[in-house]
């Protein structure tokens, strides 16, 4: 079973500043997302990425398959970033997501 | 941009009583899933259907809980008899493909009482 950790559980930033989420999982994996969960609870899709880099618009995302490790980058931070990070990460067999608990993030003006 | 859509937002049960959750996933994706998390847990993966049948399940999606396509744009999840600790949010995805990024419901809050 694949145990996905993030960090840092909590994060509070200044707008402006640049921020970096991380996620390591255990055992490989043939994608990752990297979702964003609002206040009032609905899920976006942020990324998908099994390697390399993508970027949209201020958000980026990495990953390392031989570290099993991904971070989240947000460049010139603003109070509506503030959500919730989640990675989760599909393994090779089948299309099942297991889930991080989460990175809660709060960007003060 | 097309959406997924769950029905109700918020639903109120008594124990014991069976519950359906609705999904409207978006026209042309092939690939539906249920996902739920528990208040102040992570999100969890319940069940993936594909071409009429489930793919995949969770150790959670026991008897208890079914799936079904009536009609051809409705992805329902029933829970036959509820219990206390099924009080979570439900949230339906749908893919084009089993590959690509998946889109999210805005998600069912179901309380249990």
């Known amino acids: 079973k694949n145990e996905v950790e993030q960090s840092p559980q909590n994060l509070t930033a200044q707008e402006g500043e640049f921020i970096t989420i991380n996620c390591s999982y255990s055992?490989?994996?043939?994608?990752l997302h990297w979702l964003q969960q609002h206040p009032g609870g609905g899920i976006v899709s942020l990324f998908m990425?099994?390697?390399g880099k993508k970027k949209h618009g201020r958000l980026i995302a990495t990953i390392n398959i031989q570290e099993k490790h991904s971070s989240l980058h947000i460049t010139a931070s603003h109070p509506r970033d503030s959500a919730v990070y989640i990675c989760?990460?599909?393994?090779?067999?089948?299309?099942?997501?297991?889930f991080g608990g989460g990175t809660r993030l709060m960007v003060k003006p | 941009e097309p959406e997924v859509t769950q029905t109700p937002s918020h639903q109120v049960t008594q124990m014991g009583q069976e519950v359906i959750l609705r999904c409207v996933p978006i026209?042309?994706?092939?690939?539906f899933y249920w996902y739920r998390q528990i208040l102040g847990q992570k999100v969890e993966f319940l069940v993936s259907?594909?071409?009429?049948?489930?793919?995949?399940k969770s150790e959670i999606f026991d008897d208890q809980f079914s799936v079904e396509r009536p009609d051809g744009s409705n992805f329902t999840l029933k829970i036959r008899s509820t219990k206390l600790e099924d009080s979570a949010m439900y949230f339906c995805?749908?893919?084009?493909?089993?590959?690509?990024?998946?889109?999210f419901g805005d998600g069912t809050r179901l309380s249990i009482l």
């Open positions: 995805a749908s893919g084009p493909t089993g590959l690509q990024p998946q889109h």
């Open positions: 055992v490989g994996i043939s994608a």
């Open positions: 990425l099994s390697s």
């Open positions: 989760a990460v599909r393994n090779n067999a089948g299309n099942m997501l297991t």
């Open positions: 026209s042309n994706h092939l690939y």
């Open positions: 259907f594909y071409n009429n049948e489930i793919s995949e």
